[in-house]
């Protein structure tokens, strides 16, 4: 059974940071690239980052230099270090894999960037 489990959105600052979780129930955790990906009201979901089993991590422009992709595959878990978050950053959070497995999306965890 393939799940992606998300936790640790919230309401924060501009300028503030939050910590994504991800709990993976997968075949293989350890050889599959993962993502982070969001989707913001009214617009298609985005990939934001993304990591090999290896740990090399490939970012969106407009969040380089301030998140952070991160996973431990001994306990199937991907995290998502969000720093510097802007009004833009606002949205739903999602983890799933690199390639985006459409039949598993999770619920997501919400993120809200406000003053």
């Known amino acids: 059974q393939v799940q992606f489990v998300e936790s640790g959105g919230g309401l924060v600052q501009p300028g503030g940071s939050l910590r994504l979780s991800c709990v993976v129930s997968?075949?293989?955790?350890?050889?599959?690239?993962m993502g982070w990906y969001r989707q913001a009201p009214g617009k298609e979901r985005e990939l934001v980052a993304k990591?090999?089993?290896?740990?090399?991590?490939n970012y969106a422009d407009s969040v380089k230099g301030r998140f952070t992709i991160s996973r431990d595959n001994t306990k199937q878990m991907v995290y998502l270090q969000m720093n510097s978050l802007k009004t833009e950053d606002t949205a739903v959070y999602y983890c799933?894999?690199?390639?985006?497995?459409?039949?598993?999306w999770g619920q997501g965890t919400q993120v809200t960037v406000s003053s």
């Open positions: 799933n894999t690199a390639d985006a497995w459409e039949a598993y």
């Open positions: 997968i075949g293989l955790f350890d050889m599959i690239r």
């Open positions: 990591i090999t089993s290896s740990g090399a991590t």
